[in-house]
């Protein structure tokens, strides 16, 4: 069965540093890799999504990922993070049974002035 | 933005009454999904269904039934509430395997 795993609950960077969430996937064959946001009281936002047409995978607000099929990984990365960045990130893999997406436990980012 | 609202965005409840969310789509989309957010969980699918009157359980299904009468509109009901289901719930409309569209989500906190 596909799993997701963020490592990290909780991320805290300072305003203009390098943001870095991480995601590690389970499965023999690269599925399709999502990254949803989730601002406070909201809904769940596409970020950015992999479909095997390219291995870095550039979205909204400057964030991009760069999936690693020998690492299983699928790592979200900003450069440069801005206050307006602080919301929940959940990494999702499809592949459950019944057509829906697996999504990680959420990683919390925090940004400092 | 994907058409997609939820009623009633906040609701408290007490134990043992039965509860219907509503979740409305004006995209015509064939697939919906009912996921339940919990801290440290992530999201988990409740219930999905494929088309009127086509539905089936997904993962956390235990205590909830859905229906299906209209291609817009899916309801979760919770038949007899606990404060085990207290929780964000949210409808999400996609292609099986693929992106899926969120609604705005409902807080229900079981008293």
């Known amino acids: 069965a596909q799993s997701v795993t963020q490592l990290g609950s909780h991320v805290s960077v300072s305003e203009g540093a390098l943001v870095l969430l991480r995601c590690n996937y389970s499965?023999?064959?690269?599925?399709?890799l999502f990254w949803y946001v989730q601002y406070p009281n909201q809904g769940l936002q596409l970020l950015l999504k992999y479909t095997s047409a390219a291995t870095l995978v550039k979205g909204i607000n400057g964030f991009e990922a760069e999936f690693k099929k020998s690492e299983t990984s699928f790592h979200l990365t900003k450069p440069s993070a801005h206050m307006s960045d602080a919301a929940e990130y959940f990494c999702?893999?499809?592949?459950?049974?019944?057509?829906?997406?697996?999504f990680g436990k959420g990683t919390k980012l925090s940004v400092k002035p | 933005d994907a058409g997609i609202t939820q009623s009633p965005r906040h609701k408290v409840t007490e134990t043992g009454t039965p509860v219907t969310l509503r979740c409305h789509q004006t995209?015509?989309?064939?697939?919906m999904y009912w996921y339940r957010q919990d801290p440290g969980h992530g999201l988990r699918l409740i219930h999905y269904?494929?088309?009127?009157?086509?539905?089936d359980k997904g993962e956390v299904s235990d205590g909830y039934s859905v229906s299906r009468s209209k291609t817009e509109d899916f309801l979760l009901t919770l038949e007899s509430a606990t404060s085990s289901q207290t929780s964000v719930y949210f409808c999400?409309?996609?292609?099986?395997?693929?992106?899926?569209?969120f609604g705005p989500g409902t807080r229900l906190l079981v008293l």
């Open positions: 499965s023999s064959v690269p599925p399709y």
């Open positions: 269904s494929y088309g009127v009157k086509d539905t």
């Open positions: 999400a409309i996609g292609q099986p395997q693929e992106t899926q569209y």
């Open positions: 995209e015509n989309h064939r697939y």
């Open positions: 999702a893999v499809s592949g459950g049974s019944q057509g829906n997406l697996i």
